[in-house]
């Protein structure tokens, strides 16, 4: 018997090609670059559309402040650059996109560690915290790239400001069959009644692998897709704790600050259960292959395991 590999692609590889489609679509876009259009997939737009495409080079609060302005004309604006990079610009964002609530779609690329090879310096672990503590921001992390090019439409067709991240390593696609992306709304993945296991970005992946060995130990975990990290689904995850009593949060962010403390805080005055964090703890990356700097943080599917484990022993 012979298996089939998934496959596997990058959440940064649906920007350009999605934005492309978009304005032949009809949607009226413009992308600006901060240098790093071939990293981010931006620059693709630019072949097609050079026109609409702008690059400012290594200056994101220039770029952001201009996107800003060109927002007011009424299009929809793309901007990218790596993530850790977008926390350069926070204030060109909360003072000239965020708070008059313009229509800029920041997608940036190589978030959390799994940057990899490019070191604890290029590797954001706090970039959620960050934009989500924007009053207007919506906040979104894809899980694979068809959920990536979903995402960008939807930004592109609503009002901004968004923040989307996408990540440098090729991934396993989770969507065959198409995206279910609901802006706003968390995606079940799995269903199981022991406890919830909710992730976003290539934790998601790592959570299904997690459930499926939960399951041969006689644990039905339910799995939860939270792109939308904000606005947070608070009636999926209020579901998920009346349903199943346990919770765990696993993400690619460091845990003091991200979405479990999101969640955490979401669910002390609704329905408080046992819950279990899987995340960065109090520390930076390093330099290595994306797989062993996850391996080295501790992002793995053996700590999801152990986590849920922890949850539902606690549940008595």
Known sequence: MTTTSPAL???????????????????????????????????????????????????????????????????????????????HAFDQLRMSVVQPKLNVNFVASHGGVSAGEDGASAQSVEDIAVMSSLVHC????????????????????????????????????????GPRFQLGKADLMRDGGDLTIIAYGLMVERSLQAA??????????????????????????????????????????????????????????????PMEFVGVENRYGESGTWSEVLEIVGLTSDAVVAAAKRAVARKA
Do not use: W
């Not at 959920?147 to 609503?158: D, F, P, R, Y």
């Not at 644990?219 to 009346?242: G, H, Q, S, Y």
């Open 9 to 87: 692609a990058a959440t940064r590889e649906a920007l350009g090609p999605t934005l492309i489609r978009l304005q032949q679509e009809g949607e009226d876009i413009i992308v600006f670059d901060a240098d790093l259009g071939k990293s981010t997939s931006a620059r693709l737009f630019a072949a097609e559309f050079p026109e609409r495409f702008f690059t400012f080079g290594i200056a994101e609060q220039n770029m952001v402040s201009a996107a800003g302005g060109a927002a007011t004309l009424g299009s929809a604006v793309f901007i990218s650059t790596f993530s850790v990079f977008a926390e």
């Open 138 to 177: 919506t906040v979104i992390v894809p899980a694979d790239v068809v959920e990536a090019a979903a995402v960008v439409e939807a930004a592109a067709k609503s009002p901004g400001p968004f923040y989307i991240r996408t990540a440098r390593p090729k991934t396993a696609v989770l969507y065959p069959d």
């Open 212 to 273: 499926e060995e939960l399951a041969s130990a006689g644990i039905d975990a339910r799995v939860l897709n939270m792109a939308t990290i904000r606005p947070l689904d608070v009636d999926a995850l209020e579901a998920a704790a009346r349903e199943t009593g346990a919770i765990v949060v696993a993400e690619e962010h460091l845990v003091h600050s991200g979405l479990g403390a999101m969640c955490a805080q979401a669910l002390a005055s609704r329905n408080p259960v």
